[in-house]
């Protein structure tokens, strides 16, 4: 977990570290999901005494949601949430689907852009598991999921994923390269059809990005996506995979724009009214599953002047692409 404020959240390391990726790994293999879940409990009380910044984000954020300030038990409840998912990814990059009751909504939109055979941008967020989405691959197994990850940055879940999965983990995308590198490994992946996914809610620092209200307080969104999506003229959907409690999981996939068009002249207008529009549909998912949200640092900053983007970079592949 991160607790950096919004910006510089990727200067604190991966969460967890090796050891405790590969122990959550071993006991969830060997022993199954059960006893690994009522592992969960210690695990759990571990960070809401011990991770004190992580601790008094959640509460912020939850404050925000419930519109009054949240209980140390709704604060624990929010953590053992998303350790919940962490468990599940190790089930879910090996593609052990048939553990979890998957219940898709809207994917047949989304199967009739892809049957046009041009790919297709994927976009989501630290909300729920992204790893839960891979279940496409049930219904079109023949389609290629290409992941954008930043390998540099998380080190301790590219090791999980290269022993659960390692031909997934030949097809991750590193965002940790130059912008323009990036740009054209998408590229080429979407003129071989596939899904390319990545996470649209984090902004990395140097990044040009837009504010945009979010719960009520203006928050900064990547601009990146957005202007990849344009640049591409590639259709882009979202998607949301939300954790429910036990084994259940809703997948909710949304069509979002046949294309994204920024014109030169009015890019950052275009670029606030993308970015607006997803973040209104990130909230809304929000609302539904509160203790689905993953992101334990300050997401929200003091408003800037019109909600216009804060960099004022010209060129896609002059900027790294975060996952």
Not at 120 to 138: I, W
Not at 157 to 183: F, K, M, Y
Not at 250 to 270: G, N, T, W
Request: some cysteine.
């Amino acid at each position: 977990m991160s607790t950096a404020p919004s910006g510089d959240w990727k200067q604190r390391p991966e969460g967890g570290g090796h050891f405790a990726v590969r122990l959550i790994r071993n006991i969830a293999l060997l022993c199954g999901r059960s006893v690994a879940r009522l592992l969960l409990y210690p695990i759990t009380l571990y960070f809401v005494i011990r991770r004190g910044p992580e601790r008094r984000a959640s509460r912020a954020y939850l404050g925000r949601v419930f519109g009054r300030r949240a209980s140390l038990l709704e604060v624990c409840r929010h953590i053992h949430c998303f350790a919940s998912t962490i468990v599940d990814r190790v089930f879910l990059l090996s593609e052990r689907f048939r553990r979890f009751d998957m219940r898709r909504h809207g994917v047949e939109p989304l199967h009739e852009l892809l049957d046009r055979g041009h790919g297709l941008l994927l976009l989501g967020s630290h909300l729920g598991s992204f790893e839960a989405l891979r279940v496409l691959s049930l219904d079109r197994p023949d389609t290629k999921v290409r992941v954008v990850l930043d390998v540099g940055h998380n080190p301790a879940i590219t090791s999980l994923l290269a022993a659960l999965n390692p031909e997934l983990a030949r097809t991750v995308i590193d965002a940790g390269q130059h912008g323009t590198a990036v740009v054209l490994a998408i590229k080429e992946a979407l003129e071989e059809g596939a899904v390319v996914t990545l996470l649209a809610d984090r902004v990395h620092p140097g990044e040009r990005s837009v504010t945009v209200p979010f719960l009520g307080a203006p928050a900064e969104f990547p601009a990146s996506p957005w202007l990849i999506a344009s640049v591409l003229s590639v259709p882009v959907a979202l998607c949301f995979g939300l954790f429910g409690g036990a084994n259940r999981y809703d997948l909710y996939f949304e069509v979002f724009a046949d294309s994204v068009r920024i014109d030169r002249k009015r890019r950052q207008l275009d670029l606030l009214q993308y970015v607006q529009r997803f973040a209104d549909r990130l909230e809304h998912h929000l609302r539904i599953a509160p203790y689905n949200w993953f992101n334990f640092y300050d997401f929200w900053k003091p408003a800037e002047p019109a909600g216009m983007p804060a960099e004022r970079a010209e060129s896609v592949g002059d900027r790294r692409i975060d996952a």
